[in-house]
C-alpha cells in the first residue's frame, strides 16, 4: 500500500488494471486476515481480539482512501434507452 501510494507522489504512472489488481489483492488479504480472526476469536483473550479487529479496519480504511487517491474515477455519462 505504500509502495503504490510512494509511487504515485514521484510521479511514476502505472496503469489503472494493474493499481486495481494490487489493490485487490490487498484486499483479499484483509478478508482472509478477518476470516483468520474470526476463527481463532474462540482462543484470543477479548482485548486481542478487539486490537486485532481495529487494526483490520484502519487498514480497509486506508486502503480504500489508496483507493480513491491512485484511481480515476469513472466519469458519469447518460446511457442512450433504446
Known amino acids: 500500500l505504500a509502495g503504490l501510494q510512494e509511487q504515485q507522489q514521484a510521479g511514476t504512472q502505472q496503469e489503472p ?46 486502503l480504500e482512501a489508496a483507493r480513491s487517491e491512485l484511481l480515476p474515477k469513472k466519469k458519469f455519462a447518460f446511457s442512450k434507452k433504446v
Do not use: W
Open 17 to 62: 488494471a494493474a493499481i486495481t489488481a494490487q489493490l485487490d489483492a490487498l484486499e483479499a488479504g484483509t478478508i482472509a486476515q478477518e476470516k483468520a480472526l474470526a476463527e481463532s476469536s474462540y482462543y484470543l483473550p477479548t482485548f486481542d481480539q478487539k486490537q486485532c479487529a481495529a487494526k483490520l479496519q484502519e487498514f480497509k480504511s486506508r
